[in-house]
DNA sequence: AGGGCCATGTAACCTGTTACATGATTGA
DNA sequence: TCAATCATGTAACAGGTTACATGGCCCT
């Protein structure tokens, strides 16, 4: 099984849902740190069900098109758990982060292309930084519908929005360095 | 073009190599933001190639294996360059992040477990910076030795090195309070 | 004697994206 | 009336991993 079945079977775990309305959660919530497309999903959610993982039935709607709901089975419940104690180690997954590498080779530009992107990056994390504070209550409602969030069950999803938080932060302190050492048009020896 | 390819184009603007050395050199640094298998960078150099962006030689050597070395054309410069300048729009890119999942699903898990993963994820990475700040010198005799830095060319390879620094840093605060929450068994409620 | 590094590649597979196909309802 | 949202899926392709295949040198 791969992660984002693992992912998908997490949030059964708390309430069935079908595809369309996990995809609407993911891009809510886990977005942030592990990404998931619509069809990718459907993919995985036949997979599961074909291995025993949940079992779907038909919604009827009146008004609007029905809808395949899955439910985890134990066999699913018991696969994820046994993912969630077994953690990886090393601990960090590799990542593909394209503005680092841009950054990186950033000695092939001009300053003043440098800068303006940077600045961008600054400007575009400060109002991710801003929706989220101000989106905290309205995502606490929609986990609460989903049923993600009840006691001190939602710990670990505060956990995450602290983190994503702080990074974030970290990245926004680190875009100001970098626009100070240009403005100063250091020098970068060996030390 | 792909973005490893870019990446690649990237180096071989500064010194032209083998894809073996190619993957020692993306291993030392570029890894942290741009991970990339062997079989995959041997892939992308046939590609590039093929296209009319590199050229290769081989290099025979007495004592060790023929070697296939890579240089970049004026096609693979222009179109590097016409890569750098265009940045993203966002700049942020979809992340993957195992580790954030499972503490996102952190509610399913009994605290001995996830207090032990925090503290592993806080040890790895402070020996992770350890060996970063310890390594300096030694990675930039690397990148000196592949001509990958000299003079004010090294810009964006010191600002990066200062990324990993502060966000990792970041990241070891933020575990951090997550165990002094866990002592002291909060409830996290929607405000 | 055996493991690790040097060195290049191929094949099979898995994961994920984009485009395609379809069609009803709701709100501006 | 026009766009967005709801809703499910398939097909083609792109990107990336793991295993396989081969073999010599160097150090312990």
Redesign the interface.
């Known amino acids: 099984m791969n992660?984002l079945q693992?992912?998908i079977l997490?949030i059964l775990?708390y309430v069935s849902l079908n595809g369309y309305s996990l995809k609407k959660l993911f891009d809510r919530?886990?977005?942030?740190?592990?990404?998931a497309s619509l069809s990718q999903i459907y993919k995985e959610l036949g997979e599961l069900e074909r291995n025993g993982y949940v079992t779907s039935s038909i919604q009827e709607q009146d008004d609007r098109p029905d809808k395949r709901v899955y439910a985890i089975t134990s066999a699913g419940q018991e696969a994820?758990?046994a993912w969630?104690?077994r953690?990886?180690?090393?601990?960090?997954?590799?990542?593909?982060?394209?503005?680092?590498?841009?950054?990186?080779?950033?000695?092939?530009?001009e300053n003043a292309?440098?800068r303006k992107?940077l600045e961008?990056?600054i400007e575009?994390?400060q109002r991710?930084l801003e929706e989220m504070i101000e989106g905290?209550?309205k995502a606490?409602?929609i986990l609460?519908e989903a049923n993600l969030?009840e006691?001190?069950?939602?710990?670990?999803?505060?956990?995450?929005r602290?983190?994503t938080e702080?990074?974030t932060?970290?990245?926004i302190?680190?875009a100001r360095?970098?626009l100070e050492?240009l403005d100063e048009d250091k020098?970068?020896?060996?030390?």
Chains 1, 2 share one sequence.
Request: glycine share 10%; net charge positive; hydrophobic share 35%.
């Open positions: 992660t693992y992912a997490g775990t919530s886990i977005n942030h740190f592990w990404h994820f758990l969630l104690n953690f990886p180690q090393p601990y960090a997954s590799p990542k593909r982060d394209e503005f680092a590498l841009r950054i990186f080779f950033g000695g092939r530009l292309v440098l992107h961008g990056f575009e994390r991710f905290k209550k606490y409602e609460k969030v006691g001190s069950e939602n710990r670990g999803m505060y956990f995450i602290r983190r702080i990074t932060q970290a990245l302190q680190w360095e970098c050492a020098q970068y020896g060996g030390e």
